[in-house]
């Protein structure tokens, strides 16, 4: 397998640092962009009409933040023919390995174009300029149908089950209230609450917590911190082909990162054992006390899936949350099938481009670590409303 080629070494031309073309140029995101770039994120991705500073200035920072802050961007914005700024492309640097050959990746995030002074060119030079460069795979787990609409001419491989999104709903009444909450902040709270209170009463036996899918009394679950769970993900990882290949204090300061979002509540962990204490699987879950929680990462070892499937639910149950959901992905697809009042959609494009074919083959078959911490849903981008809080 001739994979080494294809990394960045002696013999590899470096793409050039500005791509132009009769459309306009392409080059990496500076700090002085960043305002601008805040500024059509929160028109396209929050809908926001009336756009105040406060707004700008936080997203704009926590931009430098993420893209910026090693000094390296890998962020792409695509200037128009009058100098101005059309399109911008978030791109965050990681690392994989296929078989132990170390690959370097790109993580796509948000993907726009300013409409008023765009004329469909910003989104192909974006990204034909992102194939030129560095990276020996692209991949995103976050693709509207747009990007999708732009990428699928461009050779990336959709993988159907990671697109879609799981909900177990624990109390029906009170995850409605605390979806219109999110929706519309300004409707009345005890209103929405006490209804919830009295709907979940006549439903309660319904929604009655389901039997635990794993029947040895020898697997236990328990909470765990951020640094157990650095520890013990790489190995959980390691019967994918294609995985992450984290450095020492890569995997904590990610995760520091991810302890940032707001807006699902703190970032819990947890893991299952058995009776020796070694670690069978782990888990990563935003939630609070009548809010949805959202599962950030998923992981188990062999057979242990139903396991840790059952202490993650478990865990957001006893934490006061009214439902839960996150990211499906075929490993686990067997043990979600065997929970009632669960409920699929699709949530996002899960998309990977590569020149290696070695790499394109384990994509088609799903030995792919990806999604989670290797994607960009746990970027505050993600989800939570700037300047509002």
Not at 8 to 17: D, I, K, L, Y
Not at 78 to 89: D, K, Y
Not at 115 to 135: K, T, V
Not at 300 to 328: F, K, N, P, Y
């Amino acid at each position: 397998m001739n994979i080494a080629s294809a990394n960045a070494g002696p013999g590899m031309v470096a793409a050039p640092s500005v791509v132009e073309s009769q459309h306009g140029s392409v080059r990496p995101l500076a700090a002085e962009d960043l305002e601008h770039v805040a500024a059509l994120f929160l028109t396209k991705f929050r809908h926001r009409r009336r756009l105040r500073e406060r707004a700008i200035a936080q997203t704009a920072e926590y931009m430098r933040e993420l893209y910026l802050g090693d000094g390296e961007s890998k962020a792409l914005v695509q200037i128009n023919p009058q100098g101005r700024l059309g399109g911008f492309l978030g791109v965050l640097k990681a690392r994989y390995e296929l078989n132990g050959t170390a690959l370097n990746a790109a993580i796509i995030g948000p993907f726009m174009a300013d409409s008023g002074i765009d004329h469909g060119w910003a989104g192909p030079q974006l990204l034909r300029a992102l194939h030129q460069g560095e990276f020996d795979l692209q991949l995103t787990d976050s693709a509207n149908r747009t990007s999708l609409a732009f990428a699928r001419p461009m050779k990336y491989q959709l993988l159907p089950v990671h697109c879609l999104e799981w909900t177990c709903i624990f109390r029906p009444g009170a995850m409605a209230a605390a979806v219109l909450h999110r929706k519309w902040p300004g409707l009345p709270r005890f209103a929405l609450d006490s209804c919830a209170r009295a709907f979940d009463a006549l439903a309660r036996r319904s929604f009655e917590p389901p039997p635990q899918h794993s029947s040895s009394q020898r697997i236990h679950r328990e909470p765990i911190d951020a640094a157990q769970f650095a520890e013990r993900l790489p190995t959980l990882t390691s019967d994918y082909a294609l995985r992450p290949r984290w450095k020492d204090g890569e995997l904590p300061q990610l995760l520091a990162l991810a302890a940032e979002k707001r807006a699902d509540g703190p970032l819990h962990f947890g893991g299952t054992y058995d009776e020796t204490g070694k670690m069978l699987g782990c888990y990563a879950f935003y939630g609070q006390p009548g809010g949805i929680a959202n599962l950030l990462q998923i992981q188990a070892s062999g057979s242990h899936w139903a396991a840790t499937l059952d202490g993650l639910i478990a865990a957001a149950r006893e934490m006061g949350c009214v439902g839960i959901t996150g990211q499906t992905q075929g490993r686990f697809m067997p043990q979600l099938f065997g929970y009632k009042d669960l409920f699929f959609r699709y949530a996002g494009g899960t998309m990977v481009r590569s020149r290696i074919a070695e790499v394109a083959e384990a994509v088609r078959s799903g030995d792919i670590f990806i999604g989670g911490l290797m994607g960009d849903r746990w970027t505050r981008l993600s989800s939570d409303d700037f300047g509002r809080a």
